[in-house]
């Protein structure tokens, strides 16, 4: 396995898992405002929803990018460009992303 492989799996299980808790936090808090009025888990849902569309995108990305690297696809260098390019882009937006 070569060195970019494996930093693009450590990419792509990161925002999996990311992505996986966000669900399950989303989950809970969902049986939780069904079951009561919980007026705190309602005003964090729009923010909920950012990040979980942000990871959403981030993993689709880098399992692409993964997938391709490992089968050595034509498009692997294409799918690592627009990887290293959306990880940057939300590590520069990160200040604006946390406000909401």
Do not use: C
Not at 63 to 89: E, I, N
Request: glycine share 8%; proline share 3%; aromatic share 8%.
């Amino acid at each position: 396995m070569h060195p970019l492989t494996f930093l693009t799996g450590i990419v792509f299980g990161s925002s999996g898992l990311i992505l996986l808790v966000l669900l399950l936090v989303m989950l809970i808090k969902g049986v939780l405002l069904f079951s009561g009025d919980l007026d705190p888990a309602r005003a964090e849902l729009e923010g909920q929803l950012m990040w979980l569309a942000v990871f959403t995108g981030l993993t689709v990305v880098s399992t692409a990018s993964f997938v391709s690297l490992l089968r050595r696809l034509p498009w692997r260098w294409a799918a690592q460009a627009v990887l290293w390019s959306s990880l940057a882009l939300l590590i520069a937006n990160l200040g604006t992303l946390r406000g909401a």
